[in-house]
């Protein structure tokens, strides 16, 4: 893919200032273009993934088998053959597992109990119902192939608008609905909105499920220590770290019994490998039970049949708009399909984004009611962007609609209801507290410099010759960190009570410097890829006067040993306001102790030391200076020097919680993440009448997610987002049949772009450095993810003069508009 990048500081009348914004750190490295620390290593071939690191002696391996039924009664599991096998040291059933762990928890109080092997009955093809353990994978699968299974098939549900329906098959009997929870909010007036209404525009939009494949499957190495009966596990788990607790109660031990490892490197996460955790108590018990090591890799026939996927989710969204456009209040219904189990910390998509479900726009009345469903499919959990490509296929189709139906400009539409720029901080009608930005400047921008006309003049050409082609826009709000309390929005006020308010995100990092002067750094985000050692170094760089070639960042995580809390992980976009802030903390401690002891040795304040150059010296007279390894060394060598009330050593470790990140209100009002970056898209699409594909001409991309770090660390992160959210758009889309069988198990069938269908990307960037962090810094990782599908789908929509597109758009679908529109034309 090419990419086409400038910032907007190359534009005239353009570049940001800091000053109207608060100050924001800047430094030598910070907020430059370094190199990457990661990249020599994985592109040589020496990153170190969790399948390459050494394992115990005696490690055993296990294979899991796992049921072809969508639904049916375990009656009965006979393993006498395969247990005869030379090598084979266990085969593990539900049974086993019931008695030695207790359920997952959930977060709705629901009986739909979930154990790591399928307990009595399945309910999605691919679940877990056995574990066979061998001296290597060859014997363990020979092995399966020996379990003989019986099984009572039942009716499957697959469909969630069937699913709710009444006197339909149950997923969980016990509860008596598959409809396992319902909430309705109200902020504002919306009847009054609605009444007063010009009109009213209706939309129904259809979110596929899918996932974005990393290319490392789940990998889990583990111990059980009978000495203290603890567990020692190394597992390619990327958080939250709030699934830690769950893990342990389902292993019926405290957590510090508990000590969960990741490796050096990662290949990739997106989301996905937060739903490792059911395997990591799995392979925990079957180490337990056989006595020795246990070690699991899942394969990619496993990985696309049930590791995890992003939900599915049914919008019905009506708005009441003025003639003008303007969009007075919305109604949303939202129903979201999270497979035959809710696992920890689901329903995260459909409530991460839930202070935020108006966008960039300044709608004051919303009423929405989030309503979720249980089918027979693999359980889903996070994908990059969670909650935002969901929300803004609905909203943004809407906006696109809006245009249509009231023969408006559908950038016009956009503009007449964007937040002002005055207006930041800003409240959203559901709580959340959006902390800078200039929307209406970045889309004059992105459209600017030839651009948007280029696209007209390119539409007119083609549809002149009797092409198809579109344009299509999309303004989305990128939240970045979340408020770890946004879930509990699930619950209604009293039982938000009973339990007591939950909230806030805490970020940890750990800054140490050795007896000779060595820096390194330990943080709370286990490596996926992202680049953060470097971003990491950039940042203690800067505070300590050094280079980041200086500074040592090790990520691996320990959680018997390193710092973490429940906020911890690899997601949610929380590195850039969470702990890369809370690096720049720690780094300041060092400094600061770092300059009280060179104050005494240069005979000055500790007001007038300055860090630079790798040296500490007086800013008065910069010739007094001592290596910065020398005052550092003080510290371990000599603390007898050290000026009174210091301690010896240097190793500093913050924790950042900033206080925005509040509970819930008793109206239902939660400000669901830190800081929120804006992402305005704009495409032009054509599609080939004889194949029927979508071919993308042209795409720009405005980001302002504050300051930037890394700039190309960063435009690296957008090209990614960007690349999945074209999956989702034309790609990619887990398919069941009616029976629940599933029909998307190898990539030939589960289509993903290559490199060949990705098109030319124009990145602009502005910064509006957010006032609620030290850094200014926003997350940007995600935001293509949430802009891509939908701007596509509008672009699509423009060329066929079609209301419904679903995703993804396939050249059948294709088609199927096509003979759509054909009809229509001929009525």
Known sequence: MNTISARADQEPHVAESDAAHGSTVAGEHVGRSVLRKEDEALLTGAGRYADDLAVPAGTLVGHVLRSPHPHAHIVKIDASAALQMEGVYAVITGDDIAKLSDPFLVAVKEPIPQWSLAVERVRFVGEPVALIIAVDRYVAEDAAECVEIEYDA????????????????LVHEAVGSNELSRRDFTYGDPDRAFAEADRVIRLEVDFPRHSYTP????????????????????????????????????????????RLRTPPDSG??????LSVFPFIVLMALASRIVGRPVKW????????????????RITKVEAAVMSDGRITGLRLDQLEDYGAFLRAPMPGPLYRMHGALTGAYDIRNLAVANRIVL??????????????????????????????????????VIRRNLIPAQAFPYRT??????????????????????????????????????????????????????????????????????????????????????????????????????????VLSQIVADALGLTPDDVVVNLEMDTQKDQWSIASGNYSCRFSPGTAVAAHLAAGKIRDK???????????????????????????????????????????????????????????TAVWSPPQLEPPTSADEINTSLTYGFVFDMCGIEIDPMTFQVRVDKYVSMHDAGKLLNPMIAEGQIRGAFVQGLATALYEEFVYDESGGFLTGTFADYVIPTACEVPELEIIHMESPSPFTPLGAKGLAEGNCMSVPVCIANAIADALGVKDVRLPVTPRRVHELLLGADAGDAA
């Open 215 to 258: 290319m490392e499957c789940f990998v889990v190495v583990a111990d059980y220590r009978r000495a203290d009966q603890s567990y020692d596990v190394l597992a390619n788990f990327q958080g939250p770290f709030s699934a830690h607790p769950v893990m342990s109660r389902a292993l019926r031990i405290a957590g510090s019994k508990l």
């Open 297 to 312: 890799v899942e394969d990619r026939l496993e990985h696309l049949l049930a590791a995890s996927t992003g939900p599915n």
């Open 268 to 273: 990739g996460s997106f989301g996905v490998k």
């Open 594 to 652: 770092l300059r009280h002891i060179g104050a005494k040795q240069l005979n000055v304040l500790p007001d007038d030391v300055v860090l630079a150059g790798g040296k500490v010296s007086s800013r008065s007279n910069p010739d007094n200076a001592i290596a910065f390894g020398r005052v550092a060394g003080t510290a371990h060598w000599s603390p007898v020097m050290l000026p009174d009330g210091l301690e010896p050593g240097l190793r500093e």
């Open 429 to 534: 009608a559901a709580g959340a507290l959006y902390d800078s930005g200039d929307y209406p400047r970045a889309i004059e921008i992105a459209t600017g410099g030839d651009r948007l006309s280029t696209l007209r003049r390119r539409r007119d050409e083609a549809r002149a010759a009797g092409r198809l082609y579109g344009i299509g826009f999309a303004a989305v709000v990128e939240p970045g960190m979340s408020n770890m309390g946004y879930l509990s929005t699930l619950l209604p006020l009293a039982a938000r009570e009973r339990s007591g308010p939950k909230n806030g995100a805490v970020s940890m990092a750990t800054v140490n410097i050795d007896p000779l002067g060595a820096v390194s750094v330990t943080a709370d985000v286990p490596s996926q890829g992202q680049g953060h050692m470097t």
């Open 375 to 412: 089918t027979n499919k693999a359980p889903a959990a996070l994908n990059r962007g969670f909650g935002g490509p969901q929300i803004y296929l609905a909203l943004e189709r809407m906006v696109q609609r809006i245009a249509v139906e009231l023969a408006l400009d559908p950038l016009d």
């Open 154 to 169: 039942l009716p499957a549900i697959v469909d969630p608008r069937e699913a709710v329906r009444p006197d339909v098959t």
